[in-house]
């Protein structure tokens, strides 16, 4: 099944509104081509299907066509209200306007961003990439309709639960990690509810789950709800990068960063300031030894 979606709001970036859901360069759920659209392939409630979004429309396939193209203007930011936003730094509000089409996406999928955040937490980014892209690969099924070669759905809870741990252990995901999957997918559709619940009702939810705190249900949220102040505390360079970008100080944690962000609490706007940041470049150079990587076949 395919169908059409116009964009409402004027000319979409598709690269700055939805490059945020793709998982490395080799995220089998996610693919840029040439000719500037974004093939994504995904769970929904209605099951598997691919998306694929150019600036003049988009075209779906499979058994979940239906509900990725209903939810398609939730997804390029419809539902996102930058108008909001009130810049309160010189460095935000040049990036403000330098990206006028920024819009927080929504995918209205829980699981399908939780687990990936659950997989990066206390690892380098390239281990965690490692793991989903294989994990997807292995046990997910072909994305639907004329997708991209290699491309994806990612597996059910079911097929989620019934991973071996020897195939955990090969993807290089611990214990502590593959445990906190095991324990989100048995619970996944009271996890999906959070989709549709304000903010603070959707980090307790998904912080019920032992082993998702506050970085791993920001993470989740920013991209299910396009939750525009859900910020990202515990994360080893973010507060590093804000209060460099702000102050121009590096030593800046948690507590730091947060009161930075405290003018865009007011209207809920802390984590488009800090897209927005990110999107500068502005970035201190490198003083905290990048993480080890963890040789899991040796543990």
């Known amino acids: 099944m395919a169908g059409r979606f116009i964009a409402k709001r004027g000319p979409a970036d598709l690269g700055l509104v939805l490059g945020v859901l793709r998982r490395g360069p080799g995220d089998p759920t996610f693919r840029m081509t040439p000719d500037g659209a974004v093939w994504r392939a995904s769970l929904t409630p209605e099951g598997p299907g691919t998306l694929r979004v150019a600036v003049d429309g988009a ?9 990725l193209i209903s939810q398609l203007p939730s997804l390029m930011g419809d539902a996102d209200d930058p108008s909001a936003f009130v810049p309160r730094h010189r460095l935000i509000a040049d990036a403000h306007r330098r990206r006028p089409n920024l819009r927080l996406c929504r995918t209205g999928l829980v699981l399908e961003s939780l687990i990936p955040s659950i997989l990066e937490q206390k690892v380098t980014v390239d281990e965690a990439y490692r793991a989903w892209r294989l994990l997807v690969r292995t046990f997910g099924t072909p994305a639907p309709g004329p997708a991209p070669e290699r491309m994806h759905v990612m597996p059910d809870p079911r097929t989620w639960a019934l991973i071996p741990s020897w195939e955990w252990h090969r993807a290089g995901v611990d214990n502590k990690r593959a445990s906190t999957i095991l324990r989100a997918v048995r619970v996944a559709r009271r996890l999906e509810e959070a989709a549709a619940m304000p903010l603070p009702e959707a980090v307790r939810r998904l912080e019920l789950i032992p082993g998702v705190g506050p970085w791993t249900s920001a993470e989740t949220l920013q991209r299910a709800i396009g939750a525009p102040d859900a910020v990202t505390v515990g994360d080893l360079h973010l507060p590093g990068i804000v209060g460099y970008a702000l102050t121009g100080r590096r030593d800046v944690d948690d ?9 865009y609490a007011e209207t809920g706007q802390r984590h488009r300031a800090v897209r927005l940041i990110l999107l500068t470049g502005r970035v201190p150079a ?3 030894p990048k993480m080890p990587k ?3 076949a040796r543990l």
Do not use: N
Request: charged letters at 30%; aromatic letters at 8%; a negative charge.
């Open 59 to 67: 075209e779906a396939w499979g058994p979940g066509a239906d509900w």
């Open 255 to 263: 507590a730091g960063m947060l009161e930075l962000l405290e003018p």
């Open 294 to 296: 963890v040789d899991i």
């Open 286 to 288: 490198r003083r905290v």
